[in-house]
């Protein structure tokens, strides 16, 4: 027992250390930059709420992925707009996830065993206001959809059980649908799942809300992408990387996308070659037993790259899951 506490906290030392950097960098950062405020209708699913309201529009709350803001996902908003659907995005701005700063000096950090609720309290005001706006456009009556990209799709699932609870979520949630969720942990037997990216705060969640509960599975639906297959092989990756540098037809770099997967694929998996994901997220990491899945070909993580300011556009070739936005949109 003693052993194992001690190799967790080795392994929140460890952590720890590549953690500080990124942050005391982000706060540098801040203060070279401070961002504008912006008015709180221009994160509304639209500006003319009547407008919507008459013909109709389903609500939809998105919860973002890490650093993700509403600017992020506006072709998305506009795609599902175009569907009946109005987004409403949790206002987050980039430096609201700093606020996680305080969480990694303590014991729970280093021992794994942080919970949600003290740990990303920032993220649940925020779903909090989204949900508010809703209720202001639609009534406090109208059946909300919650869609999660990357790991805002688990923070969505602790935010329904643990903020709306069971009578709430069932009577108000039609839906849940995550994009690219890292919703699995490694598994138990593999060398990496001492390290534990979250501190305990995935594991917490599948404990007590497997599946997505209090969600019937039925309503939960898990999308995975299989965009960038690692090589089976250290010696497979190294014959072709010549090949891969560079394409300028795609404006992409294959030996890149496939190097950052092996950096992103082992952590949460346990094992790289011959992985198939989303060139963050494994395909199995994405999708929970029980609930409803898709997975989609030629379909990668993201569209953009989080910065200071706005964020990198990646290329259009670079398809990502608002692109198959038709493949998903039914289990909203």
Not at 133 to 146: K, L, R, S
Not at 219 to 238: D, E, H, N, Y
Not at 245 to 263: C, G, H, M, Q, Y
Request: charged share 20%.
């Amino acid at each position: 027992m003693a052993a194992g506490a001690a190799k967790r906290a080795r392994s929140g030392i460890c952590l720890l250390a590549l953690v500080v950097p990124l942050l005391v960098s982000c706060l540098s950062r801040t203060f070279a930059q401070v961002p504008q405020a912006r008015p709180r209708g221009a994160l509304r699913a639209s500006g003319d709420s009547e407008a919507e309201s008459a013909v109709r529009l389903r609500p939809v709350v998105l919860c973002p992925a890490q650093f993700g803001t509403a600017e992020d996902y506006e072709d998305l908003k506009e795609s599902l707009k175009a569907r009946g659907f109005a987004l409403y995005p949790a206002p987050l701005s980039r430096f609201d996830w700093l606020k996680i700063v305080p969480s990694t000096f303590t014991k729970e950090f280093f021992t794994a065993e942080l919970r949600p609720n003290r740990t990303l309290g920032f993220f649940y005001e925020a779903l909090d206001e989204a949900i508010a706006w809703v209720n202001a456009d639609f009534g406090p009556e109208e059946p909300i959809a919650f869609l999660g990209h990357s790991i805002g799709g688990w923070v969505a699932r602790s935010y329904i059980g643990e903020v709306l609870g069971e009578e709430v979520a069932r009577k108000r949630v039609r839906s849940l649908v995550t994009l690219g969720t890292p919703h699995q942990s490694p598994p138990e037997d593999s060398f990496v799942s001492a390290l534990d990216q979250t501190r305990g705060l995935l594991s917490y969640i599948n404990d007590k809300f497997p599946a997505g509960a209090p969600l019937p599975p039925t309503v939960v639906t898990c999308v995975a992408g299989r965009g960038t297959r690692v090589p089976a092989s250290v010696q497979a990756l190294w014959e072709t990387a010549g090949t891969k540098i560079w394409n300028e037809t795609v404006s992409r770099s294959a030996l890149l996308e496939e190097v950052v997967a092996f950096a992103s694929y082992l952590p949460l998996s346990g094992s790289t070659f011959g992985v198939e994901g989303d060139g963050l997220i494994p395909v199995d990491t994405a999708l929970m037993e029980g609930c409803q899945s898709v997975v989609l070909d030629d379909c990668n993580h993201a569209d953009f790259v989080p910065m200071v300011g706005e964020s990198l556009r990646l290329p259009k070739s670079y398809r990502w899951y608002g692109d198959f936005i038709e493949d998903w949109i039914e289990f909203l």
